[in-house]
Structures are given as structure tokens and as C-alpha cells.
């Protein structure tokens, strides 16, 4: 605006070349603006893409999605119920969930309410380490260590080779690093002032920590646990190499399991060409893992939400 | 326990005594118990480690670099497609991903009305996208660029774009944290001399979150390489013969390798997987060194 005055004061004289350059302002916002549209552009398509395939799925197999209890889309004579799919990715995030909620809070508390400054700077870069190692090397330790080693020499459990519990297992410690970071920037963001009135009262460190940081955390606690599950539930290679493909409805632990991820990944390898139910079975798949996903993320962001104590 | 008498004349004191000790033993128990929490999981990690280099590091050697892998002869196998593939892909990846995300950082911490709602949209979007799992993108690779509009065929183009997209949000996040730790003083000395906010950014702005924006950039690339699913989903060569010459090729990669290893019943074909991974992960580790290496010894304190 100003520029303007100025040209019209000083006709040919374009102080900072300043018209010019406010056109070419213009255009390189929208080209920015045009660049972030790209990652809206992504979900557009991830949603189109997998919607498009999977309404000739569910136009051919229709309800039996939801109701059947077998999955076996490759054979002569296909069935397409989602069920133990569900099972197997309910039942192998469960294992996870149920290491990595005590191991993850546990290192939470630790790093926030007793760790020193140093021993901080230490633990918490090697944590990052776990979170940097690729899932396929989780799903070969898995596969060659847990099971024979652990599982069957150790602690003499009747394991097959592939089973959901040494999956779940890694898996929880793959979710651990997400659950331990998350939860302690949470409890580090509580007010020293509510520790020392504890302490003030006579409380110890470990009802300070327990009665006091804990629930002014919660929001952040939960949110960190439901992404945790999240990540748990859209896992492929841990439960593709370690748990078998076995779609099953049993809640077995030791037998091998069949997951939502696994079958997509195991479809996807087959080369189905495009059209087939096959091919399309990957999408429906696909759709109901992101719905999945998408559900558990909105809890957290809503929770986060709804029971953030707002501390001045 | 002995006799009631006793316990009974002692009684007053031994209560607070044996509370006082009691707290202080659930005090120490539960400190360990949080001690140990932590202990668990590095002792995986060491152990997770250990076993790898165990079980891998007698099938490393120069050749294994280089070769091609083989189905019959173990002792002649390597990784030299797969490991030429994760670099094409890295290449493809970095060209896309780096224009892209940090344009789309600049936009919304330099340009974006967050009052605006299509701002938010992005805003949003972004945190979403990064809770997506990594086989999505790869049915999103598989149905735009693989096959459907683009049909590229399961080259290594689609594969790195595919990867790209996965690790965007990434980028875009590190991207977005670097620019905000320049001080707004910057900026406002950049326009008080006359400089247009296009001009502030890219002159003062860019070259102060660099550091930054370098750090995220190889963490984004390090999370790329070491996805397998994405690329299973979109088709690639579980057996490549001969290494890939340029992103038209078929896509293989370190990653892909290793799992056909791992698939492999044979009891040879384990090691070789162990010492792919190694090579992986030493990768993974050198790319991070560079990272923190870069963040400490150009990051600015303002």
C-alpha cells in the first residue's frame, strides 16, 4: 500500500521495485499454498482410492463382510468374513497393549517424577533408538529369538512357530518408546506447584507421583495409550512374519493368527490382477484398517480435548 | 508372632516403627519397579542387537555388498540390488519430499491465517496423515501411481513417491519446528529494511532453520528406508536379479530383500537376513549420527 503512494510521488522511480515484486508475492504464496495442498490432496485420494475398489467388494459380498467367520478370499470357493481378522489384530494388539501400558507409564513416572537431569539426557535418546528400528527387524527378533528362545526354551510354553504372543510381545515394546514420551511430556507439563503442596501435606514421592502427577496427566496418558494402540493396530511386519497367516477365531495366544494388515500385505504379494475380488479384498481391508485408525485418533485428540487441565 | 503378651507390650511403638519402615520399603519397591520398567526395554534393545550381529555378522563380508542374491547358493548371495534400490528410492524420495514439505512448513508458519478455515483443514490433516499406517499409503500407491491414473507399473518411481507421502508429515513437522525457533526479530529487521516477506524468508528465515530443516529432512529419509509393507503393497520384486539403473526400474529395496530372507524356510537364508538388517540398521544409525551431529554443531541459540 504504501509502495503505491510511493510510485504514484515518484513516477518511474519503483522504490524496491516494489509492483513487480508484489505480483510475484502472490505467486509464490499460492505455489506454497498449492505445496500444503498436496497433504490434503493425500487423504482426498487414500479415501477415494480406497472407497472406489471397495464398493465392488462389498456389492458382491455385501453383509457377509461383517457377519462371516471365515476369511479365505483366494480359494475356489472364497469367503470374505472379516471376523477373525479382527480377532487376530484385536488379540495381538491386546498382548502389546498389556506390556507396553505398565512398561511405557512405568518409564513415564520414572523419567518425569525421579530421574535425575542426567540420567534423562541419557535413557531418553536410547528410547528414541527403539523408536528409529524398523519393524521388520522387531518381526525377525520376534520370529528367531522370542519364540524358540524365550517362549519355548525359557519358559517352556507350547508355542507354534508362528503365534501371536511373541508378536504381541515385541509389538508392545515397538509401542512402549510412543506411550513413554507422550505420557511424560504430559506429567512434566504438571505445575511444580502441585507437587510441593503435596509434599507440604507429607505426602511421599510415590503418592506425589501416583495421587497427584498421574491424574493431573491424564489427558495426556490416555491420548499416549490410544495412539499407542493405533500404531499397534496398523502394524504390518511384526505380525506378518511372526504370527502367521492363519485367520483364526479361536483366542489363543500360542497359535498362529491372521491379522487385518497381515492379509492385505500377504493379498498384495499374490499379484491379483485389478478388478478381481482378490484385488479388491486388499481396499475393503484397507477402508475398515483406516476407519480403525481414524476412530482411535479422533478419541485421543477429543480426549485430549475434554480433559486437559488448563493450569496458568 | 511369638507370643500375644509381647506383641501386645510392644505394640504402640512397633506400629509406628513398622509403618514408618513399611512406607519406606513401598517407596524403594516402587522405584524400582519404575527402574526396571525402563531397564526392560534397553535390555530388549541390547539383547534385540546382540542377537542380530550374532546371527548376521558371519554371512557379512564385501561381496555381500555387491552380489546379487541367489536362491540356490546361500555362501554367494548379497544384497547389491536391494541396496542400489534403497538408494534410487532415497533419490526419488528426497527430490519429492524436500521442495514439497518445506514449502508446505513455510506456508503455514509464514503465510497461513490459521483463522482461515482451509488453514485448519491443513493443520489438521497433517496430524492425521501421520497417524495413517504405512500400508495405506501403500494401497494409495498401489491404485494412483501403480496402476489407475498414472500406471506407472511397480517401478521405483511410484515406490519413492509412495514412500515420500508416507514421511511427509514428518518433514513437514521438523520443518514447521525449525522456523518457529527463529525469533520474530529476524523477520521484522529483514522488513524494516525494505525486504518483502518472500524476500525475509528466504534470505533470513531459510538459511536460519536450515539446521533444522536438514535434521528432519534425514529423519524423514531414515524412517522411509526402513518401511517394507508400503512396497510389498505395491509389488515389489521380492527377487531382484540385477540392479536397478535408473527410477523406471522395478522397485526393490534393502528392506523387501530381507523379508524374502526371512520368509525363506531354508535355515541359511536366516543369517543372510541378519546380516541385511545389519547393514540396515548401520544405515539407519550412520544417518542419525549425521542428524544429531548436524542439529549440535550448526543449530543457533538466539
New interface residues.
Given amino acids: 500500500m504504501e509502495a503505491g503512494t510511493q510510485v504514484a510521488a515518484a513516477p518511474g522511480t519503483h522504490?524496491?521495485g516494489a509492483r513487480r515484486?508484489?505480483w510475484?508475492?502472490g505467486a509464490?504464496?499460492a505455489?506454497?499454498?498449492l505445496?500444503?495442498?498436496?497433504?490434503?490432496l493425500?487423504?482426498v485420494?487414500?479415501v477415494v482410492?480406497?472407497v472406489?475398489?471397495s464398493v465392488p467388494f462389498f456389492r458382491e459380498v455385501g453383509g457377509a463382510f461383517f457377519t462371516g467367520d471365515e476369511w479365505s478370499p483366494l480359494f475356489n470357493d472364497p469367503e470374505f468374513g472379516v471376523r477373525p481378522l479382527v480377532i487376530g489384530t484385536l488379540l495381538v494388539t491386546g498382548i502389546a497393549v498389556l506390556v507396553a501400558v505398565?512398561?511405557?507409564?512405568?518409564?513415564a513416572?520414572?523419567?518425569s517424577e525421579?530421574a535425575s537431569p542426567r540420567t534423562r539426557r541419557i535413557?531418553k535418546p536410547?528410547?528414541e533408538?527403539?523408536v528409529?528400528?524398523?519393524?521388520?527387524?522387531?518381526?525377525?527378533?520376534a520370529?528367531?529369538?522370542i519364540t524358540p528362545t524365550i517362549l519355548q526354551d525359557l519358559l517352556h510354553l507350547d508355542v507354534q512357530v508362528f503365534n501371536a504372543l511373541s508378536a504381541g510381545l515385541i509389538m508392545g515394546?515397538m509401542i512402549?518408546?510412543t506411550i513413554?514420551s507422550i505420557s511424560e511430556d504430559a506429567m512434566s507439563a504438571v505445575p511444580q506447584g502441585l507437587r510441593e503442596g503435596a509434599y507440604g501435606m507429607g505426602a511421599?514421592?510415590?503418592q506425589v507421583?501416583t495421587r497427584v502427577v498421574f491424574p493431573a496427566a491424564i489427558s495426556g496418558i490416555v491420548a499416549s495409550i490410544v495412539?499407542g494402540i493405533?500404531r499397534g493396530?496398523?502394524?504390518?511386519?511384526i505380525v506378518?512374519?511372526a504370527a502367521g497367516l492363519a485367520p483364526s477365531n479361536g483366542l489363543n495366544p500360542v497359535d498362529p493368527h491372521a491379522t487385518i494388515?497381515g492379509f492385505?500385505?500377504a493379498t498384495?504379494?499374490g499379484?491379483n490382477p485389478?478388478g478381481t475380488i482378490g484385488y479388491q479384498s486388499?481396499?475393503a481391508l484397507?477402508l475398515t484398517?483406516?476407519v480403525l485408525?481414524?476412530v482411535?485418533?479422533m478419541i485421543a485428540?477429543r480426549f485430549v480435548r475434554k480433559y486437559r487441565q488448563v493450569y496458568e | 508372632m511369638s507370643s500375644a503378651a509381647e506383641a501386645a507390650a510392644a505394640g504402640a511403638v512397633r506400629t509406628s516403627f513398622k509403618s514408618g519402615r513399611s512406607?519406606r520399603i513401598?517407596?524403594l519397591a516402587?522405584?524400582g519397579?519404575?527402574?526396571?520398567?525402563?531397564l526392560?526395554?534397553?535390555l530388549?534393545?541390547v539383547?534385540?542387537l546382540e542377537?542380530?550381529v550374532n546371527?548376521g555378522i558371519g554371512s557379512l563380508s564385501l561381496g555381500f555388498l555387491t552380489d546379487t542374491p541367489s536362491r540356490i547358493d546361500p555362501a554367494s548371495s548379497g544384497i547389491g540390488p536391494a541396496l542400489t534400490g534403497t538408494l534410487w528410492l532415497m533419490l526419488v524420495c528426497t527430490v519429492f519430499i524436500i521442495?514439497?514439505g518445506v514449502?508446505?512448513a513455510?506456508?503455514?508458519e509464514e503465510?497461513?491465517d490459521s483463522d482461515r478455515w482451509f488453514n485448519r483443514?491443513?493443520e489438521v490433516?497433517?496430524?492425521?496423515?501421520a497417524?495413517?499406517?504405512?500400508?495405506?499409503?501403500?494401497?494409495?500407491g498401489?491404485?494412483?501411481l501403480v496402476?489407475?491414473p498414472l500406471s506407472m507399473g511397480h517401478v521405483l518411481l511410484a515406490g519413492g513417491l509412495t514412500l515420500g507421502?508416507l514421511v511427509?508429515?514428518v518433514l513437514?513437522v521438523a520443518g514447521r519446528e525449525a522456523i518457529r525457533a527463529v525469533p520474530p526479530s529476524i523477520r521484522e529487521g529483514s522488513m524494516a529494511l525494505?525486504a518483502?516477506?518472500?524476500q525475509t524468508v528466504w534470505k533470513q528465515v531459510l538459511p536460519a532453520s536450515l539446521p533444522g530443516i536438514a535434521t528432519g529432512a534425514i529423519l524423514s529419509l531414515?524412517?522411509a528406508i526402513?518401511?517394507?509393507?508400503p512396497l510389498?503393497?505395491?509389488?515389489a520384486a521380492?527377487f531382484a536379479t540385477s540392479s536397478p539403473t535408473g527410477i523406471f526400474d522395478d522397485v526393490t529395496a534393502l528392506?523387501i530383500q530381507?523379508?524374502s530372507w526371512?520368509?525363506d524356510p531354508q535355515p541359511e537364508f536366516?543369517s543372510l537376513?541378519?546380516a541385511g538388517?545389519i547393514v540396515?540398521?548401520v544405515i539407519?544409525l550412520a544417518m542419525?549420527a549425521v542428524a544429531i551431529w548436524l542439529r549440535n554443531r550448526y543449530e543457533r541459540k538466539w
Fill in positions: 522504490v524496491l515484486r508484489r510475484g508475492e509464490i504464496k505455489a506454497l499454498l505445496a500444503a495442498a498436496i497433504s490434503v493425500t487423504t485420494l487414500i482410492a480406497l472406489k475398489e505398565p512398561v511405557g507409564l512405568g518409564s513416572i520414572y523419567l525421579y535413557v536410547i528410547l533408538v527403539l528409529g528400528v524398523p519393524t521388520i527387524v522387531f518381526g525377525f527378533f520370529l528367531t529369538f515394546f512402549v518408546p513413554a511421599t514421592r510415590r507421583s495412539l493405533s493396530i496398523g502394524e504390518t511386519m506378518l512374519i494388515t492385505m500385505a498384495a504379494k499379484d485389478a486388499i481396499f484397507g484398517l483406516f485408525t481414524l482411535m485418533n485428540i | 512406607t513401598w517407596e516402587f522405584k519397579c519404575l527402574a526396571s520398567c525402563i526392560v526395554s534397553l530388549v534393545l539383547v534385540l542377537q542380530i546371527d521442495p514439497v514449502a508446505t513455510v506456508y503455514l503465510y497461513a483443514v491443513i490433516n497433517i496430524q492425521n496423515l497417524a495413517v499406517p504405512s500400508i495405506v499409503y501403500g494401497v494409495l498401489l491404485a494412483f496402476r489407475g507421502l511427509l508429515p513437514i525494505g518483502t516477506r518472500w531414515s524412517r526402513g518401511e517394507t509393507a510389498i503393497v505395491i509389488g521380492a528392506p530381507i523379508f526371512i520368509s536366516k537376513a541378519a538388517i540396515l540398521m539407519l542419525n
